[in-house]
């Protein structure tokens, strides 16, 4: 069963700092990755999509990377703003049948002013 | 931007009754999804319609629940008898093909089961 942990579980930092947040799955056999981020009562809202053939995806101060293998992902932050505060999610899609995604739990995000 | 809409936002129902949950999915995808998040948990996947029929559902969609697309715009979510468990916030999802693309997300509907 596709287990996905998130490091750390929250973070703050000041703003302007550059980011990390880590995602881990136990099950290398995925279709794609797909990072979100949620605010708070509010839905998600899709940031990057990695399909299992591709190592990255950058869309503008956000990057995404995959290492299949290895059972991870990262998404770097560039420039921090305190609007990037919110909760980011990363969630597989582990397909050969499956269609739902499985979440982690996420990391709780603010940027200090 | 296409957006996946649902209503009601938030609904509050008394233990035992009947829920429908709404979702309008963006035009042009065929996948629908249901997922839910209990207060300070992950967001579990409940089930998958394609089709007109489930694709595929998770333990959690039990004989309580089930989904229907029934005028071919509205996908709902129905939870027959709720239980205090229930509660939790509702996400609706649709996707252009199944697994290998981008899902989105409506805003969510918060079920309160009183």
Redesign the interface.
């Known amino acids: 069963k596709q287990e996905v942990t998130q490091i750390p579980a929250a973070l703050s930092v000041p703003e302007g700092e550059n980011l990390v947040l880590n995602c881990s799955f136990t099950d290398s056999a995925i279709y794609n990755l797909q990072w979100f981020r949620q605010d708070p009562g509010k839905g998600l809202t899709s940031l990057l999509l990695i399909q299992s053939s591709q190592r990255e995806q950058t869309s503008g101060r956000l990057n995404a990377s995959l290492d299949k293998s290895s059972g991870r992902s990262t998404l770097y932050i560039a420039a921090s703003q305190p609007g990037d505060s919110a909760t980011y999610l990363c969630a597989v899609n582990s397909g050969g049948g499956a269609d739902g995604l499985t979440f982690g739990k996420g990391t709780h995000l603010i940027i200090q002013p | 931007e296409p957006e996946v809409t649902?209503t009601p936002s938030h609904q509050v129902t008394q233990m035992g009754q009947e829920v429908i949950l709404r979702c309008v999915p963006i035009s042009n995808h065929l996948?629908f999804?249901w997922?839910r998040q209990i207060l300070g948990?992950?967001?579990?996947?409940?089930v998958?319609f394609y089709n007109n029929e489930i694709?595929?559902k998770?333990e959690i969609f039990d004989d309580q629940f089930s989904v229907e697309r029934p005028d071919g715009s509205n996908f709902t979510l129905k939870i027959r008898s709720t239980k205090l468990e229930d509660s939790a916030m509702y996400?609706c999802?649709t996707s252009i093909e199944?697994?290998?693309?981008?899902?989105?997300?409506?805003?969510?509907t918060?079920l309160t089961v009183v």
């Not at chain 2, 948990?41 to 409940?46: A, G, I, R, S």
């Not at chain 2, 199944?98 to 969510?108: D, P, Y």
């Open positions: 649902q996948y999804y997922y948990q992950k967001v579990e996947f409940l998958s694709s595929e998770s996400f999802a199944r697994s290998n693309t981008e899902a989105f997300f409506g805003q969510g918060r």
